[in-house]
Nanobody, 125 residues
Framework: QVQLVESGGGLVQSGGSLKLSCAAS????????MGWFRQAPGKERESVAA???????????NYADSVKGRFTISRDNTKNTVYLQMNSLKPEDTAVYHC???????????????WGQGTQVTVSS
């Protein structure tokens, strides 16, 4: 059974930083695509970032335009953990952030099979 457990959310001032973590279990972590989504109140869930296995030791990263240059996704296959480093946070980044995973490669309208419960990120102005 695949489990994804997020941590690291919280309250931060505009311009600040947070680092989210997602610990995965129950699947072959290194070959799975790992991603982060977010959902703000009254808004649709949106993809934030993803890291896709490209074979051997290659991984490809994708980012939403709204977070490019500010957020960085990374993974530690020895710990079965994916991270989302968020810098220069803005009030509009406030949302529940969910970790997600699937065997398929990231693509437009990617909808993973496995989801975590989410962690709240609140950015005050």
């Amino acid at each position: 059974q695949v489990q994804l457990v997020e941590s690291g959310g919280g309250l931060v001032q505009s311009g600040g930083s947070l680092k989210l973590s997602c610990a995965a279990s129950g699947h072959t972590f290194s070959t799975y695509t790992m991603g982060w989504f977010r959902q703000a109140p009254g808004k649709e869930r949106e993809s934030v970032a993803a890291t896709t296995w490209g074979g051997s030791r290659t991984y490809y990263s994708n980012y939403a335009d709204s977070v490019k240059g500010r957020f960085t996704i990374s993974r530690d296959n020895t710990k079965n953990t994916v991270y989302l480093q968020m810098n220069s946070l803005k009030p509009e980044d406030t949302a529940v952030y969910h970790c997600a995973s699937d065997r398929s490669a990231y693509r437009s309208n990617w909808y993973p099979l496995y989801w975590g419960q989410g962690t709240q990120v609140t950015v005050s102005s």
